[in-house]
């Protein structure tokens, strides 16, 4: 209920709760009105109730965010209206911002600026992480996720524009990805002949669907649709690992659906495999599960499962310490961009919003084909005279 305070005849003072700050202490909104000498005495009392009827309305609605509001106010706000992240997505954007707190968190919105969060950000340099100093790629991501915050108050237009892109960042390492050759490729395949179903079944669909982890052990058997021989997967879900709250289910990473086309083969493997899984759940009198990715007992396999597992495949066949689950991915991105499959189509096969991640990631040739180009070199300016 809003309170009002009688400050004269026609002057009052109106105010209203609206929950409370994180440290504890009470939201309130205050605003003094003065009602127009056209009212008459009799409808003073009613025009000042009808007044504040509308300004509470109004803060209940969520409309009181405005430029009074300190960064970590209007960040927890944000964090609660995102609903199309997966859990896991959230929960980082949460501790992430979390750090920012310190440096940025008590400064009103209509009063931070680009110094400021340069400040944070040499800070957030000093910082170590298991001994070694944080990576420059490291600390933007703390800035990025700040920035869809203060682009997200733009938006409302509670501020003018975003401090945050305005400041001039210094070049990034690039990352590079891990990529395994053809051989080795081949060489894993052949090592997944002799896997329990379940990995070999996990393993093969992240290399022919470039699926995540959590996308993987989301899928149920629903989301493969039959076409002829071949099939249609739908992947619009993911299971991620929530600190504190263990694994959890939620939409993919960037909130968005996507379709992969299945050949014969794989499909007919898929389907061996539906066969397999529904024998071993009647042999211990389980009830069917929806989810492809569970023991005989229909239990979720733990997502950490399936990337211990593929450590020691890898260790027993002599690949590289940095090869891990999501070199699976690369492989899958890498193999059709090298063999002439569009940007476009493979980053919505990959679940990019666009290409440009493609270009800065994916887009450089592996070892074998700078090879290749070397020796092209070579022919042609030594062995052509």
Not at 98 to 111: D, E, M, R, S, W
Not at 365 to 378: C, D, G, R, S
């Amino acid at each position: 209920m809003a309170s009002i305070k009688q400050l004269d005849e026609r002057k009052f003072k109106i105010t209203v709760s609206n929950g409370y700050r994180p440290d504890g202490r009470k939201i309130s909104k205050a605003k003094t009105i003065s009602v127009p000498d056209s009212i008459g005495k009799r409808g003073i009392r009613q025009y000042v109730v009808h007044a504040a009827e509308e300004m509470e309305r109004t803060i209940k609605q969520g409309f009181c965010e405005d430029t009074e509001m300190t960064f970590e106010e209007y960040s927890l706000r944000w964090l609660d209206r995102q609903v199309k992240y997966a859990a896991g997505t959230i929960a980082s954007y949460r501790r992430m911002l979390k750090v920012t707190y310190p440096f940025i968190g008590a400064i009103k919105l209509n009063k931070l600026r680009p110094i400021a969060l340069e400040n944070m950000l040499v800070e957030l340099r000093k910082r170590s992480n298991h001994g070694k100093p944080v990576q420059e790629a490291t600390v933007q991501k703390y800035l990025t996720v700040v920035s869809a915050v203060l682009s997200d108050a733009k938006r409302n237009e509670i501020i003018p524009k975003n401090p945050a892109h305005m400041i001039d960042l210094p070049d990034t390492e690039k990352r590079q990805q891990f990529i395994p050759t053809e051989e080795q490729a081949q060489q894993f395949i052949l090592a997944l002949l002799d896997e329990p179903e379940v990995y070999k079944t996990f393993y093969l669909l992240a290399i022919y669907t470039g699926c995540r982890r959590g996308e993987l052990c989301a899928l149920r058997w629903d989301d493969f649709v039959l076409d002829d021989y071949r099939s249609i997967l739908t992947v619009s879900r993911s299971r991620s690992i929530v600190a504190g709250d263990g694994v959890q289910e939620g939409p993919t990473k960037n909130g968005r659906s996507r379709t992969i086309a299945i050949d014969e083969d794989i499909t007919s493997f898929l389907q061996s495999y539906y066969y397999i899984k529904r024998r071993d759940e009647d042999s211990v009198g389980a009830e069917h599960s929806p989810y492809m990715f569970t023991d005989e007992h229909g239990t979720f396999i733990h997502p950490d499962t399936f990337a211990k597992h593929l450590r020691k495949i890898f260790k027993r066949n002599g690949f590289p310490d940095n090869f891990h689950l999501h070199t699976l991915r690369h492989l899958f991105v890498s193999t059709l961009l090298h063999h002439g499959v569009d940007k476009q189509t493979v980053a919505e096969l990959a679940g990019h919003a666009d290409t440009s991640f493609l270009e800065r990631t994916y887009c450089h040739p592996q070892m074998e084909l700078k090879n290749q180009a070397a020796q092209v070199m070579t022919n042609a300016l030594l062995h052509s005279a």
